[in-house]
């Protein structure tokens, strides 16, 4: 007869080894960590406090770390947008859409950058693939909108820029109302215009985009000192606007301020202005 203790030493021997055996197994059926994990996180911090330079170096690492990261491509497509580089922000769309279909974000973010180089519409394809995977995208019918505005839809513009007003995101209502402000100043509705754009700034008062547009309709109103004085507030937050200098100069020129309108003038030249059908981005 086994004494009571060895079999008791016995039962704990085979419960531990149990215990590392499911161990062992669950270590080796568990998928493995991301290992862009970190750096991914990282960069939608920068992000979230613009600093787009920072975050581009962390969502390299990202795609370093793992070059099948379709949110740290949609992420960068983003970010090359914000910082201008278009061509390869389109790239960084492809590539996320090419791993995940169904990215909405890599639509919304590939479709920003087709705004801002005037190919409208491809942004508008990219915008109706991101609704029809999820018609409750707020900036998703903002960017439609600008889409619309390039290609001169303006009550579709309108439209989508009211639907997205309507879902209580303060910072999409804000672009919807810019994009909207557009809309109204090209149908020739320049009051309407302005009361779009003074909402928008509401909202928030550093969008260069709505001085922008409330001046060019207070403008068309005849009202060029205000005018002039809300392109100076645009420039104030965005200075590389050489279309703006040139809204400034004809304000001058009209409020008879020669000599401030020469120097507006020179500036946009400078710059390299010239006319445009692009739609400023609202952002």
Same mark, same amino acid.
């Given at each position: ?90 790239? %960084?769309? @492809?590539? !996320?859409?090419? &791993?995940?279909?169904? +990215?909405?974000? *890599? $639509?919304?973010? /590939?479709?920003? #950058?087709? =705004? ?9 394809? %990219?915008? @109706?693939? !991101?609704?029809? &995977?999820?018609?409750? +995208?707020?900036? *998703? $019918?903002?960017? /439609?909108?600008? #889409?619309? =505005? ?9 439209? %989508?820029?009211?639907? !997205? ?8 209502? *804000? ?109």
């Amino acid at each position: 007869m086994k004494s009571p203790s060895g079999s008791k030493f016995a039962r704990s021997l085979f419960s531990t080894l149990s215990l590392v055996a499911f161990a062992s197994t669950a270590a080796i059926g568990a998928p493995p960590a991301d290992p862009s994990t970190e750096a991914l996180r990282s960069a939608e911090n920068l992000m979230k406090n613009d600093k787009y330079k920072d975050a581009r170096g962390k969502l390299d690492e990202a795609i370093k770390a793992n070059s099948n990261n379709a949110k740290a491509y949609s992420d960068r497509c983003l970010v090359n947008d914000r910082l201008g580089n278009y061509a390869a922000a389109v790239e %960084d769309g @492809n590539k !996320a859409v090419q &791993l995940d279909s169904k +990215m909405t974000s *890599a $639509y919304i973010n /590939r479709a920003w #950058a087709y =705004n801002k180089t005037g190919k409208y519409q491809q942004a508008l394809d %990219d915008l @109706n693939r !991101a609704i029809e &995977l999820d018609p409750n +995208m707020p900036m *998703a $019918y903002v960017n /439609r909108a600008h #889409a619309y =505005n390039g290609l001169k839809q303006f009550d579709k513009a309108i439209a %989508d820029a009211d639907k !997205a007003a309507e879902m209580k995101a303060p910072h999409a209502r *804000a672009l919807a109302l810019i994009n909207k402000s557009h809309a109204l100043h090209m149908q020739g509705n320049h009051n309407d215009a302005a009361d779009a754009a003074t909402l928008a700034l509401q909202i928030n008062a550093k969008l260069p985009a709505a001085y922008v547009n409330r001046g060019r309709a207070m403008a068309k109103q005849g009202y060029h000192d205000k005018a002039a004085d809300d392109f100076s507030k645009a420039l104030k937050f965005n200075n590389r606007l050489a279309h703006v200098y040139q809204h400034r100069g004809d304000s001058y020129k009209a409020i008879g301020k020669a000599d401030l309108a020469k120097k507006d003038f020179e500036k946009a030249e400078k710059m390299g202005f010239k006319a445009s059908t692009k739609v400023a981005d609202p952002r």
